[in-house]
């Protein structure tokens, strides 16, 4: 869609390179040159030319200025055509070149007066595109010229088209789309459940490094299974738990032969019919219960019991004649920390090593009661970009909702959601805290912008409009709901026109300063 404006004004370039000045005094009957200003936008260029009123016969220089709205760059070299059309009548006017980066000055002359349609032609991808700068009236004489009506300049913030190239500053047409409101929540990213382990040392003692081994560090990966220390317990923490052991041992040998014994002289008693079925099938679970402690106490005893030529249990070694408990990785993952090093002692049940296998995260957020009837059960959520990427769907990315709390929270009134994300990438960190943008049941078919065009000012929020090519009008809106980074508008702009999506807080300066810039074109 092209959009067209027209103004005057000596506030423009002509007052500089013309000199306007004021009158010689108030009944004077100098004025100043009448001046027209020109804003087309295209897909690709926007082109903002100024202009004397034009008198036929008579070069008029177009002030043009072309920028590239893919790049937000000027124009830097190349040439472009001047087509002017009256019925039947053609004129060409080529431009070899840019007088400076973005800004042509062609000494246009129209051979006759009355309305000429101006379209300036631009080489672009083997093409020429087409930008139609609508009609432009050619005066037959100097005093008609002079005397031309042009509409009133719009009001609003100069910033010129060299800040905007300096800044790259670029607006956009304001547009309606489909809208679902999301809910922004703080969350945190925690380890999936199983994919996070502690090594404790069960008992008091010293660490040492592995036969052959090394002493694993933060950032190594390790595999399940894996070896990682040996732990020597102490000769007191040993004889207590030898002594306890072998206690232990001995009642649950003698349960076992006890119930072994009861077993078969129940069989014999049974039958003789002396015994009922019953009394028998007790008998056996006696004994079934009886040997589960046996083998449980018999494992504790081989642990303490360990000799040269008689290791082998699991989780035992044995360095120099003395038994070691091996510890090893109960996941695969990579060692997050670690607490201790080889020769220091430790207590019984501190953590010596924590793994972590992070490739799988749980996002968890907590939802106002008043707003979880909002959210349906398949909704989706978000998390907004990282630098140089885009917002991230979790269903999209292979995600899934997996856990919605069934009870509120007395203190906080909130009720816990949890979402599932891989993160392969290792992008995300445990105990990292984000913003979760949470789906609504809530639709809206809404005019909306992107929330990089809003600026803030004193707690109200704002927009730049661009009316023209270098006029700016800051409107106060009324925002709605949020979808990502796009926000509804429910007044302050309106379909079609083009707000500032970047560049907007450099205007807001410029509209604060106090000061009307010098006009930088040096033509």
């Known amino acids: 869609m092209v959009n067209k404006l027209i103004r005057a004004g000596c506030a ?113 991808d083997g093409t020429n595109a087409a930008v139609e700068l609508g009609t432009v009236t050619v005066h037959a004489d100097e005093h008609s010229a002079e005397h031309a009506e042009i509409p009133e300049a719009p009001a609003g913030v100069i910033f010129l088209k060299e800040q905007q190239w300096n800044i790259l500053s670029r607006a956009e047409p304001v547009t309606r789309r489909s809208l679902v409101e999301r809910i922004r929540l703080p969350a945190i990213t925690r380890a999936k459940p199983g994919h996070s382990a502690s090594i404790v040392a069960p008992v008091a003692g010293q660490l040492l490094t592995p036969s052959g081994g090394k002493w694993p560090s933060p950032g190594d990966e390790v595999e399940a299974g894996e070896l990682l220390a040996l732990l020597r317990p102490s000769f007191s923490e040993t004889a207590v738990r030898f002594a306890e052991n072998e206690g232990e041992f001995g009642r649950a040998k003698a349960a076992l032969e006890a119930a072994a014994v009861l077993v078969e002289r129940t069989k014999i008693l049974a039958d003789r019919k002396a015994k009922s079925e019953r009394e028998l099938q007790e008998a056996e679970l006696a004994w079934k219960t009886a040997k589960a402690g046996f083998d449980a106490a018999a494992s504790m005893r081989a642990m303490y019991r360990q000799s040269p030529g008689q290791t082998g249990s699991p989780g035992i070694t044995e360095m120099g004649g003395v038994p070691t408990l091996e510890l090893r990785a109960p996941i695969s993952g990579v060692i997050d920390q670690w607490n201790a090093g080889p020769g220091e002692p430790v207590a019984a049940e501190s953590v010596v090593f924590q793994i972590l296998a992070s490739e799988v995260v749980w996002i968890e957020a907590h939802v106002p009661e008043a707003m979880l009837r909002r959210i349906p059960n398949d909704a989706d959520a978000s998390l907004p970009p990282a630098p140089g990427g885009g917002w991230k769907s979790i269903q999209n990315s292979s995600g899934r909702r997996v856990f919605t709390g069934l009870r509120v929270d007395p203190q906080t009134r909130t009720v816990p959601i949890v979402y599932e994300l891989s993160n392969s990438d290792g992008s995300m960190l445990i105990g990292q805290a984000l913003t979760l943008h949470v789906e609504t049941s809530r639709i809206e078919n809404a005019v909306a912008i992107p929330d990089s065009a809003i600026v803030e000012e004193a707690g109200n929020k704002v927009a730049f409009v661009q009316v023209s090519g270098e006029t700016f009008e800051k409107r106060d809106l009324r925002i709605g709901i949020r979808d990502g980074n796009w926000i509804e508008v429910l007044s302050g702009v309106v379909e079609g026109e083009r707000v500032v999506t970047q560049g907007a807080v450099a205007i807001r300066l410029a509209s604060v300063s106090g000061v009307i810039p010098a006009h930088g074109h040096a033509h």
């Open 12 to 124: 423009s370039i002509f007052g500089i390179i013309l000199g306007c000045s004021p009158p010689a005094d108030d009944h004077g009957h100098e004025h100043e040159p009448t001046t027209a200003q020109i804003t087309v936008w295209t897909d690709r260029y926007e082109v903002f030319a100024e202009h004397l009123a034009p008198v036929a016969g008579r070069p008029t220089t177009f002030i043009t200025h072309v920028t590239d709205l893919v790049s937000l760059a000027p124009r830097r070299q190349g040439m472009v055509k001047f087509v002017l059309k009256k019925g039947a009548s053609v004129v060409e006017h080529p431009q070899a070149a840019p007088a400076r980066d973005g800004i042509y000055l062609p000494g246009i002359t129209f051979p006759e007066a009355g309305d000429w349609q101006l379209t300036l032609l631009i080489p672009t």
